[in-house]
């Protein structure tokens, strides 16, 4: 049997966790691989240097592993991770890490902006939420309003088990899921209990079933 490259078994190890977890390597001086995951993509490339503040560069400098939560400030999102150096003949050589979303900060509401004001929004009756025409709208069962978040930002705040990234354009509450019906191409579209319809994209189609169990 031929011998597996390097690339190839991180690949492999990659694609068991790419709905979760993002995976990234790095030398001492800059990342050499990275490998995103459905629900979290902090954007690296490989040659991009490691920057101060980021879990590899901890783990870099204390030749330790780390495992903590990082703010926003470095890659624009908050994540969790863990990153562990690794050593040829006792030499540092560089660290993987892996990258996981962030637990909610433990705020419960969600603030929209009105025609009127603002109106602040409890997780639980947020229907769904879509970006369209570059800004984010947030549905609930009778009103909408917008939000100054990036979806992107949205799916790492709210609480992961009952809000899905669906769609590039939609985030959607599964507890106001009122049917699911066949689309084409093996898509979906959702049936919401507010009266709208949500998209179910092909790439998103198989995680989605995952979650939902069908």
């Not at 190839?8 to 190890?13: A, G, K, P, W």
């Amino acid at each position: 049997m031929e011998s597996i490259t390097v690339v190839s078994l991180l690949d492999v190890i990659g694609e068991l966790f790419s709905d979760e977890i993002s995976i990234a390597v790095s030398n001492t001086k800059e990342y050499i691989y990275y490998r995103p995951s459905k629900r979290i993509d902090l954007k690296i490339r490989p040659g991009d240097p490691v920057k101060e503040g980021t879990i590899t560069y901890k783990a870099l400098m204390t030749n330790q592993k780390v495992s903590e939560f990082i703010n926003r400030d470095v890659f624009g999102v908050p994540y969790h991770g863990m990153a562990m150096p690794f050593l040829n003949e006792g030499k540092l050589e560089g660290c993987v890490t892996a990258i996981l979303p962030a637990l909610t900060d433990g705020k419960s509401v969600v603030t929209i902006k009105t025609n009127d004001g603002w109106i602040p929004i409890p997780f639980s009756r947020v229907t769904f939420i879509e970006s369209k025409d570059k800004k984010t709208f947030v549905h609930t069962e009778g009103s909408s309003g917008i939000h100054k978040n990036s979806l992107q930002e949205f799916e790492f705040m709210l609480p992961k088990d009952y809000f899905i990234r669906c769609h590039r354009s939609f985030i959607v509450n599964v507890n106001h899921i009122k049917e699911i019906l066949p689309d084409t191409h093996s898509t979906f579209l959702l049936s919401m209990d507010n009266g709208h319809s949500v998209p179910v994209s092909q790439s998103y189609s198989s995680y989605f079933r995952k979650l939902l169990g069908f």
